[in-house]
């Protein structure tokens, strides 16, 4: 059953052409990724389906009927309402009574005496009829899983990321018949990301998705759509199957371009003899010829060649961090960190949001001071640091002054030289568009522009947090490119599991409390290590007893029979509750629990903690006689 289609449709802005004549169609069921490069029309397109915007030429229609939800890359609400009534601003009849149902909640909650309990008896009851209880439980789960805690903030006291995070949940509890999502990973942590993977794929859901997360589009998606030079192509299958066609479409093209440009040389030469169509056969040929020149002049995405860059030589002594620790107020976000960067290192950081990923980027670059413990950096070290707050140009420059501004050309190889203007065109900055002002750039080519500021001023240290937002798929693939032929140090903070993997040599990862673990090998390599680790403890039902050395007394004397008994006792009781400890965690992290569920398991919670505090102390006690 069609949901969607959209018929010739056009959309310029004064000189440029974003689409010509495009058209396609979204059936029930298909979830769709939308891919293109910065600034191709993919944000206007998805606004010109949702009416926000109107085409130049053409038409686009929903079936009638449908319930559409549109994520937007910066959701905008009302300051006053909190998260749960934001949530539950919605017409649908389950929704609405559970808005009312939690209304009433909260008014014999502040006030027993002026509730309607008869009215909520009757709420209740509705409830039942509508199982909007299972919604209530749907609406807390998915609000867990995006890290949203406090359903009672008003929306205003959130962040940018909270927001966009609060929107995305509104939209899968809504359960819409077709779904529009700009940028959905966006301001999620990796954990996060793979949460929403996981759930959209499973869903029966009609999905157009625009995302630059490639193992998302992947996982999730079952169609491709590329917009291209004004057009649009059609791929059924995920993104690897995508890859695969988009390679033979580039291979067929560049035949075709090839040999129109050979027959072209002979037609150019007839034109010059034949200025005027005297005949029908003449005009056809020249009809013939006009569309054999716009063959010849086929546009080509194929990336351009590596480029290896030249950096400052780097000295013995690169980066050491000794003992390293932060905190703010009395949370620990680094907890006495030690490491030693050796040369042509690329490591990666990965952990949730607010785990202290950035503030360690800070203390390594000397924007902040640690409380304890010592930085040293190498004389001949030059940091590259690009932050996610960006730069600030002046709007009203070009882009190829900013980048001039900081060299007018730079080293990429023994004697080799790129001009400013080359740089651009290497990271999708053609001719056409450097000569353009700052202020009409798109949000990705603004970050992309950033990057380039970065990386123009040839540093031999790379600090990277976050650079994979708002890049469109084509410039991700020549950063990754240039990464991997950078000869210099490199740390990367990102939630792109695709760069990670292709990257880093290690992970450092923030595992809570301060402590990060550094795992030789890349994000995925870390989690299939986290699954194992895992369902090993799954199959043997059991953990390694604590591993602690308490130094002997000098006088040895053996535990009783009776001791040495509950000794070994100990041991089996501590690896059962550990792993009793893990399964109530998940547990309660899974958002699947009412409250009252929630309430019991975690006072079951306590309990173990309890129980296996006394047990470790009393086999710590034993553990002196053994």
């Known amino acids: 059953m069609n949901y969607f289609q959209a018929d010739n449709l056009s959309k310029a802005y004064a000189e440029k052409l974003l689409f010509e004549n495009i058209s396609f ?73 559970l808005r009312e149902y939690e209304k009433q909640v909260r008014l014999q909650e502040q006030d027993p005496q002026k509730a309607d309990t008869e009215y909520l008896q009757k709420l209740m009851g509705k409830m039942d009829e509508l199982q909007a209880w299972n919604m209530e439980a749907k609406i807390r789960q998915i609000l867990s899983q995006l890290k949203i805690d406090d359903f009672d903030q008003p929306v205003g006291e959130l962040s940018g990321g909270q927001i966009k995070r609060v929107a995305l949940a509104k939209i899968l509890v809504e359960e819409a018949d ?16 793979e949460w929403l993977e996981e759930y959209l794929a499973k869903q029966k859901l009609t999905i157009l998705m625009v995302t630059h997360d490639r193992y998302f589009l992947d996982n999730v998606c079952n169609e491709i759509l590329e917009l291209e030079h004004g057009n649009i192509y059609h791929y059924k299958g995920n993104y690897a199957y995508f890859l695969d066609k988009k390679q033979e479409r580039e291979a067929d093209l560049q035949i075709r371009t090839e040999k129109a440009r050979n027959l072209l040389k002979k037609e150019t030469e007839w034109m010059r003899r034949q200025p005027k169509a005297r005949t029908t ?45 932060k905190q703010f107020d009395e949370k620990v976000i680094i907890d006495n960190f030690s490491y ?10 990965v952990g949730m949001n607010g785990s202290g990923k950035t503030t360690l980027l800070n203390i390594i670059t000397q924007k902040l001071k640690p409380d304890t413990g010592k930085v040293s950096i190498g004389e001949t070290v030059e940091f590259g640091y690009y932050t996610q707050e960006g730069i600030k140009v002046d709007e009203s420059k070009r882009v190829i002054d900013v980048i001039k501004d900081i060299a007018e050309s730079i080293k990429v190889g023994k004697d080799v030289t790129m001009s400013a203007s080359q740089f651009l065109q290497y990271f999708n900055f053609p001719h056409s568009s450097q000569n353009d002002l700052v202020r009409k750039l798109s949000g990705g080519e603004r970050r992309r522009l950033h990057l380039l500021t970065i990386l123009m001023k040839n540093p031999n240290f790379l600090i990277l947090d976050e650079p994979t937002n708002d890049l469109d798929i084509a410039t991700l693939n020549v950063l990754e490119d240039f990464l ?13 599991r695709y760069f990670l993997d292709n990257l880093v040599d290690h992970v450092f990862v923030f595992e809570g409390d301060g402590k990060i673990k550094d795992f030789p090998g890349n994000y995925t390599e870390y989690q299939d290590k986290k699954a194992e680790e895992k369902q090993q403890i799954k199959k043997t039902g059991k953990v390694a007893a604590p591993k602690i050395e308490i130094a002997k007394p000098k006088e040895k004397t053996k535990l009783t029979f009776k001791e040495l008994k509950e000794f070994d006792e100990l041991e089996k009781a501590i690896g059962e509750l550990e792993v009793r400890k893990k399964e109530t965690i998940d547990k309660m992290n899974s958002g699947k629990l009412s409250p009252d569920e929630l309430q019991k398991i975690s006072a079951f919670y306590e309990q173990i903690e309890k129980d296996l505090h006394e047990k470790e102390n009393r086999w710590l006690e034993l553990s002196q006689w053994v």
């Open 178 to 193: 077709f779904i529009i999502l700009d940028e959905p990973t966006n301001h999620l942590d990796l954990q996060m990301i």
């Open 340 to 349: 030693i960067f050796k040369k042509k290192e690329k490591a990666g950081i």
């Open 281 to 325: 056969k003449s005009k056809a040929r020249i009809t013939a010829f006009h569309e054999l020149k716009e063959t010849a002049s086929g546009q080509s995405t194929n990336q351009p060649g590596e480029i290896i860059m030249q950096s400052a030589r780097m000295g013995k002594k690169i980066l050491e961090l000794e003992n390293v620790s």
């Open 484 to 496: 991997e032929n950078f000869p210099g140090c490199l740390i990367v903070v990102s939630h792109d």
């Open 25 to 97: 169609g979204i059936d029930q069921g298909q979830k769709v990724g939308l891919i293109a490069r910065n600034g191709a029309g993919k944000t206007t397109l998805l606004n010109i389906m949702m009416q926000k915007d109107i085409p130049d030429s053409g038409s686009c229609n929903f079936r009638k009927g449908l319930r559409i939800a549109y994520l937007d890359q910066n959701p905008v609400f009302a300051p006053e309402p909190t998260v749960i009534q934001t949530i539950l601003n919605d017409d649908s009849p389950v929704i609405s009574t």
